[in-house]
């Protein structure tokens, strides 16, 4: 369906405006501009910032650079988490442009993985999608392709070239008619009133009975107290992709065409505006 | 379970054996419930004593290079690793840390000591378990993926290298959210499969757990007590019964 090919391309080219600032804290030999982009929601921070980077070390000397991180109001961000599930989760319902500060010292090693290279980020990309597959497909898909097609995924990913990812994703999105579906479904939910980053589990994109499970039936299964209730105010927002999908909408069309280019469903649960 | 796999009951019931044996010869695992959930997680902290040239960084290599890879010349010897593992088994005192005081026993000045953090939880998605732990100086500074390789036998070493999905690497901890090292899971179905197919044959019952542990776990520093392995209900199999296969498989990476 062409409705439904258009999806993927305006998840692919969703962007995020960001300024990002250097630490105060941080010695420089002279005052450091803020530097402002547009962020690829479904790319990875490290690989995006070689220009923030650059940029800041122009007013630093060599001795006082570690490795670079990130942080939005205190909190380090994920590297390994996409761009668009840092920003629904921790900055949502913060103003525009998404304000991200710059370390260059004090690597907060407990919580962030270390990056010194992008094979890094490969490495992470490519686990994930072979941990997707292993859920859709017992493995079957990505250990049937060849190297130069897992290349081809991480290539697309990295150049921001839809048309090259999405010719070799296709194939970890088929499944077979008579199935209604995947095996189970990739997902990840992230709650703000969960001590542990995500839930990740099995869950089955159609019930016993042959009905297709919604996104309602994974909540309510997952985390039921992110629903509301009957005559109860709203208190959460689902969101994915920067967007609060239909709560009936089936899980497996969100599967094929609101994961991440890791194929995972990323879903955001956070405290609804007040206001 | 037949076919290299576990599922989630299993795996419990599995961690459920290994700590009642645990718990009673002082072996030092626990188990960490995951506040709000059923799930948790197999934890065992153990102080590792490290030549003192390799535990201290003395100069940074990428770990795949050429020159990490064929540097032995510092690496902790057969020997030791026995002394380090009869020290631990040997123990019947139930406090863990006790217990340890007995691995780092070396002269002062040749080694430093590490702690070394293992837990052993379920991938959902691989259907088997997986292996995370994390290390630091006791002075508290972590390990960096450079300082940990450089704690893994030299036999453990090629293979783990030449594979680089099946290498160590680091990975967010899915239940605490900070940052371990693992070893990816995604072969492991493979190489169990053989060992439960020789257990089937032979009529043995296998604590899927246990066996994989003994597989994995020493690449890393973890070696399974062999008190643990001779408990006839755990495991009813000797020790180099069930080892020396596995240990030859290991150390070729192209089978595994």
Redesign the interface.
């Known amino acids: 369906m062409a409705d439904d090919k258009d999806v993927l391309r305006d998840v692919w080219f969703g962007r995020i405006p960001t300024c990002f600032t250097l630490n105060p804290d941080e010695v420089t030999e002279r005052e450091a501009e803020p530097y402002y982009l547009l962020l690829p929601r479904v790319s990875y921070l490290p690989l995006v910032t070689d220009k923030v980077k650059k940029h800041f070390l122009k007013v630093m000397r060599t001795e006082d650079v570690e490795e670079m991180w990130f942080e939005h109001e205190g909190t380090p961000l ?1 590297w ?1 988490y996409p761009i668009g599930v840092l920003f629904d989760f921790h900055a949502s319902n913060t103003v525009l442009p998404w304000s991200i500060t710059v370390h260059f010292k004090n690597f907060p ?6 990056c010194p290279t992008n094979s ?1 980020v490969e ?1 992470h990309f ?2 994930s999608i ?2 997707a597959d ?2 859709k497909h017992k ?1 079957q898909v990505v250990n049937d392709m060849q190297k130069k097609d897992h290349k081809q995924l991480w290539m697309g990913l990295q150049n921001d070239k839809f048309d090259q990812f999405w010719a070799m994703n296709r194939k970890l999105m088929e499944y077979p008619t008579e199935e209604g579906g995947f095996r189970y479904i ?1 997902f990840r939910i992230y709650q703000t009133t ?5 839930i ?3 869950f089955r994109p159609v019930s016993t009975e042959g009905n297709p499970h919604t996104l309602f039936d994974l909540l309510k299964e997952m985390c039921p107290d992110a629903l509301t209730k009957d005559g109860e105010e709203k208190r959460f927002q689902v969101v994915i992709h920067g967007i609060e999908p239909l709560l009936e909408t089936p899980l497996q069309w969100l599967s094929e065409h609101l994961s991440h280019p890791d194929n995972f469903l990323h879903i955001c649960i956070i405290p609804a505006p007040t206001d | 379970m037949s076919c290299g796999v576990v599922d989630e009951e299993e795996f419990c019931r599995c961690c459920r054996l290994l700590l009642q044996h645990s718990n009673g010869v002082g072996d030092g695992w626990s188990w960490e419930a ?4 059923d799930e948790g997680y197999l934890k065992k902290t153990l102080l590792r004593s490290v030549p003192a040239e390799r535990s201290v960084p003395q100069k940074h290599k990428e770990p795949g290079s050429d020159s990490e890879k064929f540097d032995y010349c510092h690496l902790q010897t057969e020997e030791q690793e026995k002394q380090g593992v009869d020290a631990s088994s040997d123990s019947l005192r139930p406090d863990a840390e006790e217990e340890d005081d007995g691995v780092c026993g070396a002269p002062a000045g040749s080694s430093s000591v590490l702690q070394f953090e293992y837990h052993i939880l379920y991938s ?3 259907r088997t378990p997986v292996l995370y732990f994390r290390a630091s100086t006791l002075e508290g500074r ?1 390990l ?2 450079e300082d940990v390789w450089r704690t893994v036998h030299p036999n453990y070493r090629l293979g783990l290298q030449s594979r ?2 099946d290498a160590i ?4 901890h ?6 371990f090292f693992y070893l ?1 899971p ?1 072969r492991t179905e493979e190489f169990m499969k053989p060992l439960l197919q020789m257990a089937r044959d032979q009529n043995r019952q296998v604590n899927y757990v246990l066996s994989w542990l003994s597989v994995v776990g020493p690449m890393v520093g973890l070696e399974v007590s062999l008190e643990c392995l001779k408990q006839q209900q755990l495991h009813p199999t000797t020790p180099q019964q069930l080892r020396v296969p596995l240990r030859g498989s290991i150390q070729q990476p192209k089978t595994l």
């Open positions: 994920k390994h090693d407990v919580d962030l993985l270390h890094m490495a490519m686990s072979k941990e292993a859920l493995s990739p969960n001590d542990r980053p995500f990740q589990r099995l | 995951v506040r709000g959930s959902c998605s691989y972590s960096t993926l680089p999905l690497t680091q990975q967010e899915p239940f605490l959210g900070q940052a990816h995604c």
